[in-house]
């Protein structure tokens, strides 16, 4: 069940990226993309999408159908990136945009779910810290392979690739999540869908969380959709070098959350969720103020070893007080929590990019980090975490 999960994680993540690797050639060809207004403007009619189908995917799922609705996702994703090669204007690279938008807004709600059903306590953080890294591996293919295919065989190739990458997970997927719930397991789940999901219980689990989960979307927003752009017009770095640097960037990220679990086990939770964002703070700042290419460099490593250590831990704090009928509304809520944080933050820097430069979506990064440790430091002290 973790290998069929951590696989459609993979793809499901990788593909999130492919088109915001294009955007500078887009942009800088005035192909489709003419103003980086245009970015976050597609980003925010992605929200609306995400929100709505993440919260009818929590409400109407059933967990014992979750091999069936990632391989939907898979699905959905694969055509849609297909589709995305016909675009002739901005308005079909939205529409198709869309497609990309509903088939990974199944991922989240479900995988996580299914997961937190299945591992308990210290296992528990092991398996959310897998599932994660393999997200972060298929954004690693993704950038390293997306730049490179881009430069040499046009901006059409990566989109055939890892849409047929997308549909082959279909049958993959189904093969390898075959038998993984057994017959008493879905009784049990049928028994427990009869009664009533909360959703204002389910959002008082979620609430003091709210923060940490806005600054985890803001966060892989500005630096999914903007780093590009800051690389390559401000550091002048061309596709394929950018992509090697984002590929670092996901590298570290990877580590720091395949061990997650280690980590959290010798140090706790709560430690190793405030000395992520410590590090989250020094290299937002570096990304913002820094000018020499090999500082920039090795801040986009510290970034990504601090935040991605942020994404199991969350997840798996929250596992632990919300009803276990309630998880994938739970996860569901999470989620559009973090894509409002991704596509509100994303469009306001696309503006402030117009207005002053590329480097101000990461004076914004820099900013909201550190309001983000005053929160945390405060529901420590206060004692309503208390993860160990």
Known sequence: MLAAVSMYHAFNDGSLVILPALFPLLYTQ??????????????????????????????????????YYLAADALIVGISLLLLTLSRNYMMLVLFFIGIRLGTSIYHPVGFSWISHSFKGPSLDRAMGIQSAFGNIGVLLAFTSTGFLAEHYGWKTPLYVWGSINLAAVI??????????????????????????????????????????????????????????????????????????????????????????????????????MASYGVMAASSLTLAFGTSAPLV????????????????????????????????????????ISII?????????????????????????????????????????????SGV
């Open 172 to 273: 993959a997927g189904f093969a390898i999540s075959a038998g993984t719930t057994s017959e008493d397991e879905i009784a049990e789940q049928k028994e427990s869908e009869k009664k009533p999901i909360s959703w204002p219980h389910t959002f008082r689990g979620v609430a003091i969380f709210i923060p940490l989960i806005l600054f985890g979307g803001l966060a892989w927003g500005i630096m999914l959709d903007y780093s590009p752009s800051l690389l390559n017009h401000r550091l002048g770095m061309p596709p394929s070098a950018m992509g090697m640097v984002l590929g670092l960037w996901m590298a570290a990220g990877t580590l720091s959350a395949l061990f997650y679990g280690k980590i959290a086990e010798r140090f706790n939770r709560r430690r190793t969720l």
């Open 341 to 385: 944080g991704n596509s509100v933050f994303s469009f306001i820097s696309g503006h402030i990019s117009d207005m002053f430069s590329i480097q101000a979506p990461f004076v914004l990064l820099s900013a909201m980090v550190i309001l983000v440790i005053f929160y945390l430091r405060h529901l420590m002290r206060s004692g309503r975490i």
């Open 30 to 67: 005035k192909f489709l993309i003419t103003r980086y207004s245009d970015i976050g403007t597609m980003v925010l009619i992605g929200l609306a999408v995400s929100v709505i189908a993440q919260a009818l995917i929590g409400h109407f799922s059933k967990p014992r159908h979750s091999r």
């Open 297 to 336: 460099i090795a801040a986009f490593a510290l970034s990504g070893l601090g935040l991605f250590i942020t994404y199991p831990s969350i997840p798996s704090f929250m596992s632990e007080i919300i009803r276990d009928r309630e998880r994938t509304a739970a996860f569901a809520l999470s989620a559009n």
